[in-house]
C-alpha cells in the first residue's frame, strides 16, 4: 500500500495558514494529481468553503478538539477517501507533539506560519508553543514582515530551535525578503576570530549555515569542556549551555574539540581555545561535522553567564 | 484594613496594559499601588510614566507557559507587601492562562487580602475566533470574570457587538460587560464600573422603594424634599446624590444640568413644573414594606442601539397591561442608533420622557411593576 504523504499546516490564528491551503490547492493543480483530504482544527476568520473545495477534488473534515484527532480516526478516513494526500491545518493551542498518525501515513512537510506583526508579543509570553511547532517544522514562514531586521534578533535561537528548516520571510505583500541579514558581530577576515561570550550562539549557527567562512581557520572563544564517554577518543565538547525557551530547557551546543598531548582537562571547566576549525564526516550524523584542533587552551574562571539566554 | 487586589486578564493584545494604564490615570485616591506583571507586554509601562504616578512594578518573569506560575507569585506577593506595603496590588497575568487560577493563587495565600476587582479584558473582534480555538483558557478568562471589558467596539459593527456580547453572556450571564473604547474612555468613569458593586437594577429598585425623593410640595412641605443632603452613609440608596458619580448620568435629580429641566424630577426652584415630576408618593419609608412585598423589577442589560422611535413605540407598548403587567416604573439608558449620545429614558406609570446624555458603557433597562410578565417584557425591550 502506498503511503499517503501528510502536510501539517500550524501556527497561531491569523497567521496565514488557510491562505496557504487555499493557494496550493489553487496554484499547485493538486486536483489533477488526485484527491486532497484537509482536516481543519481550526476555525478563523478566513473560512475554507465545500464549494471551493469540490471544485479542486478536495474533502473538508472538521474537528475542534484535540481528542478527536486519534490514529484510528485517521485510519478510517484513509479508508473512507482513499486521498492522494492530507493537510492538517492544526489548531495553535493543539499540542503538536501529541499527534499520532497510523502507518499508512507519512510526514511529508510540517509548515508553521508566524505572523510577524504580533510575533514578539506572542513570542515573549507562549515561547514554548512556538518553540514546539518550530521543532518540528520543515519551513518556517514570517508573514506581513515588513522590517527583517526587527526579526534577525531571534535569528540565533530559532537556528539553535531548529537548524534544519528552512525560514522564509514575507513582507505585507508576500514577496519573500531575504532571511536573517544580520551582519556578523565579529570580524571574519581576522587571522583569529575572535568570538565574544554573547556570540557563542550566533557564531555556532552560522558554522552550520555557512562552513566555507570557517573552513581551516582559527577561532578564539570561551567555552565549558563536556566529556563523555560516548565522544570518539582524545575529545571533548567545546560548548556552552543555551536557554531558548525556559530554565528546563537548557541545552548544549558545541563542537568536537581535539585534546592537546599532554593536557589534563576537568570536565566542566571553563577554558578559552585558540584552535582551527575544520569540517570531517561524521558516521554517526552521516554529514560534516565541526571538528576544533586546538593550538591552546587555557583554563579560565567561569564566566559570570555561563548559561547564555537567547530569550 | 485589607489590601484590594484588583486582577486584569485577558488574551494578549486585547488592551490589558492599556486599560491599567488609564486606571493609573485615575490616581487610584491616593492609594498606594504595586503593578504585579506576568506578562511581556506589547506596550511597557515605562518608568517615566509610572514614577509620575508613584506606582511600584514588579514583574514575575516566568512569561512561558511551560513555566508555572503558583510557587513564584506567592513569594512575589508577599515580597511586594513586605517591601512597599500597598493598598492595592494590580495583578495582569499571563494572557495565556486561566484566570480561575490567579483567583485561587490569591485565595490561597494567607495575606489580608479583599479580591476587589476581577477582570478581564476582551478584544470584541476576536471573541469569537478566540473562543472556538483556543479552548479552555480563553473560555475560562470568560466564565470566571466578574467583569468583562469587551475592548476595540470602535472598531466594529453595532451586529458584531452584539454577537460578541452574547457569546460572552452565554459563557458567563451573571458578569458585567462593558463596552468601550479604552483609548477615549474616560478613567474615572471606568475604575468606577469595574468597582461597581451595585447594580443598576439595585439601584432604580432602591430608588423606586424609597420612594423617589423628588418633588416638591410647593414650598409648603420642606420635609420632603427630595434632594437629600442628609446621610452621606446612605448615597447607595438614596435616588439623589450629588456625589455618586457612577450614575450621575440617570439619577433623577441633578442640580447641574439646568438645560433638562423638563423630565427631571428634583428641582427646587421651578415650582411650577409639576406636572412632569418622577416621584409621586412623597412618603417612602411607608411605601417600603409594601414595595418588596407586592412589586418586582427585572433588569436587562444590552449591547443594542436603539433609535428614538424604536423606544418610543417600546415605551408605548409597555403600558399594554394584559400584555406587560402593571409596570410602574421603567428606567433606562440605551445605546442610540439614531445620534451619538445615548437615550435616557424614564417612565411612570404611563408617562415617560426621553432624553439624551453621555455615552456609557452598556445599554441597561429596568422595569418594576406588579404582576409583570417578564418574558413578555423581554421580548418587547430587547427586540427579540
Not at chain 1, 108 to 125: E, R
Request: aromatic share 8%; charged share 30%.
Amino acid at each position: 500500500m502506498m503511503e499517503i504523504p501528510i502536510f501539517i499546516v500550524a501556527g497561531f490564528l491569523d497567521a496565514g495558514k488557510t491562505t496557504f491551503i487555499i493557494d496550493a490547492l489553487e496554484k499547485d493543480g493538486f486536483e489533477k494529481k488526485g484527491r486532497t483530504l484537509v482536516i481543519l482544527c481550526e476555525e478563523g476568520e478566513l473560512e475554507l468553503s465545500d464549494e471551493f473545495a469540490h471544485l479542486h477534488n478536495t474533502t473538508i473534515k472538521r474537528l475542534q478538539q484535540q481528542d478527536q484527532f486519534t490514529a484510528e480516526y485517521l485510519q478510517e478516513l484513509a479508508v473512507t477517501y482513499c486521498p492522494d494526500r492530507v493537510i492538517i491545518e492544526l489548531n495553535c493551542m493543539w499540542n503538536i507533539n501529541e499527534l499520532y498518525f497510523p502507518a499508512e501515513y507519512r510526514m511529508a512537510q510540517v509548515i508553521t506560519f508566524i505572523d510577524f506583526s504580533t510575533f514578539s508579543v506572542y513570542y515573549n509570553n507562549m515561547r514554548q508553543k512556538f518553540i514546539d511547532l518550530i521543532k518540528l517544522s520543515d519551513l518556517v514562514v514570517f508573514n506581513r514582515c515588513d522590517d527583517s531586521t526587527a526579526l534577525a534578533s531571534y535569528q540565533t535561537n530559532l537556528k539553535l530551535v531548529n537548524g534544519n528548516a528552512q525560514y522564509m520571510i514575507m513582507d505585507e505583500n508576500g514577496v519573500a525578503q531575504k532571511a536573517f541579514e544580520e551582519p556578523l558581530p565579529y570580524d571574519i577576515d581576522a587571522d583569529i576570530i575572535e568570538i565574544a561570550d554573547d556570540d557563542f550562539g550566533r557564531w555556532y549557527i552560522d558554522t552550520y549555515d555557512n562552513p566555507e567562512r570557517y573552513r581551516g581557520k582559527k577561532v578564539a572563544f570561551n567555552c565549558m569542556v563536556v566529556q563523555s564517554k560516548k565522544l570518539p577518543k582524545n575529545t571533548f565538547v567545546a560548548g556552552r549551555h543555551a536557554m531558548t525557551c525556559c530554565a528546563d530547557d537548557v541545552q548544549l551546543y558545541g563542537h568536537l574539540c581535539k585534546v592537546l598531548p599532554g593536557m589534563k582537562l576537568k570536565n566542566k571547566a571553563w577554558v578559552r581555545v585558540v584552535a582551527r576549525l575544520e569540517f570531517e564526516y561524521s558516521e554517526e550524523y552521516q554529514e560534516e561535522e565541526g571538528v576544533l584542533y586546538p593550538e591552546s587552551i587555557e583554563n579560565i574562571p567561569p564566566l559570570a553567564h555561563p548559561i547564555l539566554d537567547l530569550r | 484594613m485589607s489590601i484590594k487586589v484588583d486582577i486584569i486578564s485577558g488574551f494578549l493584545g486585547a488592551g490589558k496594559t492599556t486599560l491599567i494604564k488609564k486606571l493609573f490615570e485615575t490616581g487610584f485616591h491616593n492609594e498606594k499601588v504595586v503593578l504585579i506583571e506576568n506578562e511581556f507586554g506589547e506596550i511597557g509601562i515605562d518608568g517615566s510614566f509610572l514614577k509620575e504616578s508613584g506606582v511600584n512594578i514588579k514583574e514575575i518573569n516566568s512569561g512561558c507557559i511551560c513555566c508555572s506560575l503558583v510557587g513564584d507569585f506567592s513569594a512575589s506577593m508577599s515580597e511586594v507587601i513586605s517591601t512597599y506595603q500597598p493598598e492595592r496590588i494590580i495583578i495582569e497575568p499571563s494572557g495565556v492562562g486561566k484566570l480561575s487560577d490567579i483567583v485561587k493563587a490569591v485565595e490561597k495565600l494567607d495575606l489580608d487580602l479583599q479580591l476587589n476587582i476581577v477582570a478581564t479584558v476582551v478584544d470584541g473582534g476576536k471573541c469569537k475566533v478566540y473562543m472556538k480555538n483556543f479552548g479552555e483558557f480563553f473560555n475560562n478568562q470568560v466564565s470566571d470574570a466578574h467583569i468583562i471589558v469587551m475592548s476595540k467596539v470602535e472598531r466594529l459593527a453595532n451586529e458584531k457587538v452584539v454577537e460578541a456580547y452574547e457569546l460572552i453572556k452565554e459563557k458567563n450571564p451573571n458578569c458585567n460587560v462593558i463596552l468601550t473604547d479604552l483609548n477615549a474612555v474616560d478613567p474615572q468613569k471606568l475604575l468606577e464600573a469595574l468597582e461597581r458593586t451595585i447594580s443598576y437594577q439595585d439601584k432604580v429598585e432602591e430608588e423606586f422603594k424609597h420612594g423617589c425623593c423628588c418633588h416638591h410640595h410647593d414650598g409648603e412641605e420642606h420635609d420632603h424634599e427630595c434632594c437629600h443632603h442628609h446621610d452621606g452613609e446612605e448615597h447607595d440608596h438614596e435616588c439623589c446624590h450629588h456625589h455618586d458619580g457612577e450614575d450621575h448620568d440617570h439619577e433623577c435629580c441633578h442640580h447641574h444640568d439646568e438645560e433638562e429641566h423638563n423630565h427631571k424630577c428634583c428641582h427646587h426652584h421651578d415650582e411650577e413644573e409639576h406636572d412632569h415630576e418622577c416621584c409621586h408618593h412623597h412618603d417612602g419609608e411607608h411605601h417600603h414594606h409594601d414595595a418588596d412585598e407586592v412589586f418586582v423589577s427585572v433588569g436587562y442589560e444590552t449591547p443594542m442601539a436603539y433609535s428614538q422611535k424604536e423606544l418610543t413605540k417600546i415605551l408605548e407598548t409597555l403600558k399594554e397591561e394584559e400584555n406587560y403587567g402593571v409596570v410602574l416604573r421603567a428606567k433606562g439608558i440605551l445605546k442610540a442608533s439614531d445620534q451619538a449620545k445615548w437615550h435616557y429614558f424614564d417612565y411612570v406609570a404611563g408617562d415617560y420622557s426621553i432624553r439624551e446624555g453621555e455615552a456609557d458603557f452598556v445599554g441597561r433597562i429596568v422595569v418594576i411593576g406588579s404582576q409583570l410578565k417578564k418574558e413578555n417584557i423581554e421580548t418587547l425591550v430587547l427586540k427579540k
